[in-house]
């Protein structure tokens, strides 16, 4: 049963740092690309960083040079450290597989506010 838990999420002023992680089981962990997602009400979830099994990253232009995402494979955890906080990065950041169509579940996600 693949479980994922993600953590580090908050209430940061815009301009503001924050390092997300996420532990994962029941994955094979160092087979899988993986990725961090989010999601505000209303709106599809988006993936907003990308790790592959072969260390490429990939991020959408919204994010590109601000986050930056990483992995243990021993630890089987993901990072995503986020930087320049911007209020519109406000939202449930979660982590999982990628492509998502290949996820079997979803972690609760944890939530990230960005305001003044």
């Known amino acids: 049963q693949v479980q994922l838990v993600e953590s580090g999420g908050g209430l940061v002023l815009p301009g503001g740092s924050l390092r997300l992680s996420c532990a994962a089981s029941?994955?094979?962990?160092?087979?899988?690309?993986m990725g961090w997602y989010r999601q505000t009400p209303g709106k599809q979830r988006e993936l907003v960083a990308t790790?592959?099994?072969?260390?490429?990253?990939g991020y959408p232009d919204s994010v590109k040079g601000r986050f930056t995402i990483s992995r243990d494979n021993a630890k089987k955890v993901v990072y995503l450290q986020m930087k320049s906080l911007r209020p519109e990065d406000t939202a449930v950041y979660y982590c999982n597989i990628v492509p998502s169509y290949l996820a079997s579940g979803w972690g609760p996600g944890t939530q990230v506010r960005i305001s003044s």
């Open positions: 790790l592959t099994t072969d260390g490429r990253t």
């Open positions: 029941g994955v094979i962990f160092s087979q899988n690309h």
